[in-house]
């Protein structure tokens, strides 16, 4: 059984620049939730993205956008970085969207906004 | 306003002693609870949660964790830590809603492990 995978693990971007983070799902799981933890605080949700359309989302503006993939990977694209969007992004995955199933972490993406 | 409270920003513990990691939550009624461990550039690790029935629940790396309604807390036992528990702890709780609103997490806990 294959874990949540991210990719890149490190990302340095300039602010204004746009950036796009992966993640490949569990195996089995059809769901895709991303967080984004700043430094020193507690991760913060995103969205939730089911059947290749979003399914939930917390207070994060629309500069922050996703998409998922008949496969169930996932993308997080940021568009006009800013420096506060400096964080650990992180990904998780569960096999069932509208639960409190388990979600399981990736290593998460560390993105550097200067 | 659903809120998520971990009061102790660090915690020290010698090896081999108990520790309590502390966890309350503000909320109308009986939220999902989770206990989650971070170890430096490592992922979210499941250590337990609570959805309802026995409010003593058993997790893994022999962790436990009381969910006490009248306080509004979920504190996080371990009656003997080892120097590989050191980490950083986050509780989660899920309000209502299921789980497209996400999980709300604390600020964490550092655990620190004194030889």
């Known amino acids: 059984e294959t874990g949540v995978t991210q990719s890149p693990t490190h990302l340095i971007k300039t602010r204004g620049q746009q950036v796009t983070l992966r993640c490949s799902s569990q195996?089995?799981?059809?769901?895709v939730s991303w967080y984004q933890q700043a430094l020193g605080q507690g991760p913060q949700f995103i969205f939730q993205?089911?059947?290749?359309?979003?399914?939930g989302r917390g207070n994060f503006p629309p500069r922050f956008s996703g998409l998922q993939f008949p496969n169930y990977s996932s993308e997080l694209n940021v568009n006009a970085l800013e420096l506060d969007d400096s964080a650990l992004y992180l990904c998780a995955s569960t096999n069932r969207p509208g639960g409190w199933e388990t979600q399981y972490f990736g290593p998460g993406t560390r993105l550097l906004v200067l | 306003a659903q809120s998520v409270t971990q009061p102790d920003i660090h915690i020290t513990v010698s090896e081999g002693a108990s520790l309590e990691l502390r966890c309350n939550y503000s909320?109308?009624?009986?939220?999902?609870l989770f206990w989650y461990v971070q170890s430096p550039g490592q992922g979210l690790q499941l250590l337990l949660k609570?959805?309802?029935?026995?409010?003593l629940v058993q997790g893994i790396k022999g962790f436990e964790a009381e969910f006490k309604r009248s306080q509004s807390s979920f504190n996080l036992r371990k009656p003997s830590v080892h120097w590989s528990d050191a980490a950083e702890y986050f509780c989660a709780v899920g309000f209502s809603g299921g789980g497209a609103d996400g999980l709300t997490f604390g600020k964490g806990t550092h655990l620190i492990i004194q030889p």
């Open positions: 609570y959805f309802s029935g026995d409010t």
């Open positions: 909320y109308g009624a009986t939220p999902y």
């Open positions: 993205y089911y059947r290749e359309e979003e399914n």
């Open positions: 195996s089995g799981h059809n769901t």
